[in-house]
């Protein structure tokens, strides 16, 4: 155990769980508010400063596990998971909820320690406590609904371990090994059954489809900060273990393609913004999904790096939306619009957040994201090329124009909103100069990406081709609001899977269960009836006035016992060969 | 809490502030032909030889345009379509889901701009 924690307490996990204490029991706010935003800062300078390598080890159980994995990949990973961490909580500056602020850093601190996991224990114990720091940030909105939520979320997110840690074992039982490594690649023919629950246990995380709607359930149940912080950390993770495990899988091609695609529509028909970035963030982790299905050094080039990006546009999105909601009390794009007027700092994080996602030159989505488009067409995926391309247009149409547009821009709702406070403002700051330094900075960028692939993204012809991407959709979208033709968001719930799974499989469920329910009733009572019988029965046999307790002459007695004898003797005499 | 007067369409909003060109309906249609303008530019610059890609696809002339075009339309008018069959009421899955709940006071700081 001792092992353990000297192992431990040389990753950059420790901070944050220091911190997650320290702010437990520290009564002021202001210093709870200081050290949420300082745990996750010595966290990045633990992480530029630690050597590359696999240290940090113990032995538990006979397992040997390998706590810090330090390579281009994880390094990366875990510079931007604390990097937004200290972004994170400086937005959530204004929250006084001690719970909050323990989950958060207990959220982000797992987060990094996922990333540098080397061994698959390590991994699934910090697995699951982001999946239980996590529900926290939902159920802090203290509602009924919320609460209900928490529980569905905390049901995927618990299954998703429970199918990690079934694969672990099967996986350790084939190869006795619990290193956290490349773990299949090509066709997924013939995976065992160990490889495949892994698969699945990261894709509930990874928001693949039809395992997705516990992400558009939850971010936008959370609270205000929460979903900023949830949109950070989780899909990110999951996005690291497939891209460290199953990189160049085929299958993870049509999955990420199918990602990409299925949420442009329900994205445009959403009316709730927080729930349309959801829908955003989960057609660009399928862009993400192609790139680690291809596989090559120039796609794991570009997963590394969009994700990277994705972190920080993504979470820009995220905060403006949370200000805009902090400050009017509602993230409905039907009763907002015309907020630039008193919220211009905002609108602007918002554009530059926008320009990211849309891959704008000079913006981190167009350095990122052209890796594995390129990597896509270079490989033999045609398809899937042409999917990602629409999912690029879509994300241009669902977030870059949407989001701003109905928030900041479009009819005037009447309000006059403050704009945000000084720490949401100094957050989204943050990540907006991120977002320019990754985009006007690109060579800078791509030295911390994981392989050797040389890529310019800076050419005229991709400026030319990304430009002409940019420009139509903005020209149809013009044209078919003024005609009247583009979709008009109303309050409401737009159906998704999750239909199928609140109204056809939980009511099986529960048809089944009452069956069940009503079988066991039925059981025990043919039991309990039995047990009467068998001990009236016996009763009857044994009991005071029963045969068995009556007297029998000696004479009856020794007959018997001759009848015993003779049957003994004759059995004995058969020849039983 | 002084609030300003609603107003029901960006013409008659006395806008102030620097993106308050945005709300004037001829900067729009200004707009429509400077990127109309920009599309016939890069167009004509991808003719001259300056054609980006990997695949066959990109051999097609203005193939990005069209592409961009016809998906952005296609994602546009299918939503439309659709927004009638997947979007419900507020309360579709009963009065205990966040759907049909304000987002609780305690998690806000609603305040204006007058305000101090």
Redesign the interface.
Known sequence: MFDAISAFAMTPVWPFLLGALVVALVPNTLARAAVCVVAPLVGLWLVITAVDGSYANATIAQLDLTMMRMDALSRLFALAFCLAGGMAALYAW?VRDTGQQVAILLYSGSAVGAVLAGDFITLFVYWEVTALASVFLIW???????F??GMRYLGYQIGSGVLLIGGIALVYRETGSIAFNQIATGSSDGWSAGVWLVFVGFGIKAAFPFLHSWLKDAY??A??SGTVVLSIFTTKMAIYCLARGFSGTDLLILIGAAMALFP???A??EDDLRRTLSYALISQLGIMVVGIGIGSDLALNGVAAHATASIFYQGLLFMAVGAV???????QASALG?L???M?LT?LFCLVGSASIASVPLFSGFVSKSMIV?AT??SAH?WA??AI??AS??A??NAAIKVPYRA??G????K????A?TGMLMAMGIAALVCLGMGVLPGLFYTLLPTDAEYKAF????M??Q??????????????NRAG???VT???????FDWVL?SVITPVLMFVARFVSVCMEEARDAGRWTLGKVTQSLTYLYGPDGPAARLQPTGSMVLWLAIILAVALSLSLIDVR | MA????????ET?S??????F??QVRF?TL??YG??G??VL??L??FTG????????DEIPAF??L???I???L??????A??R??????S??GD????????????????????V
């Open positions: 204004h802090a909105r203290a509602t009924e609904g919320a209900n939520t936008p149940a609270t205000v442009l529509i329900l445009e028909i909601l902090y400050r009017t009390g509602t993230a015309g630039h007027r008193t211009p609108t390129d067409a270079q045609f090329w042409t391309l629409l247009v879509g241009f149409i900041f821009f009819p005037d709702s009447g006059r909103p403050a704009e406070p050419t005229i012809s991709h030319i081709s430009g002409q991407i940019l420009v139509l959709p903005l020209i149809v979208w013009i044209l078919l033709a583009w979709v109303k309050p409401g719930t737009v159906l998704d609140r | 609030k300003a007067p609603k107003t029901k369409s960006n909003q806008s102030t502030g620097f993106w308050s945005l709300d729009q707009a429509l990127l109309a920009i599309a890069l167009l610059l991808e300056l054609r980006y890609g990997y695949t066959a696809a990005y345009i592409y961009a075009a998906g952005a339309g994602i546009g008018l299918a939503s439309a659709l927004r069959v997947l979007l419900n009421s507020r579709y899955y205990r889901c966040v759907h049909s709940e304000k987002h609780p006071e305690h998690d806000l700081g609603v305040k204006e701009s007058g305000d």
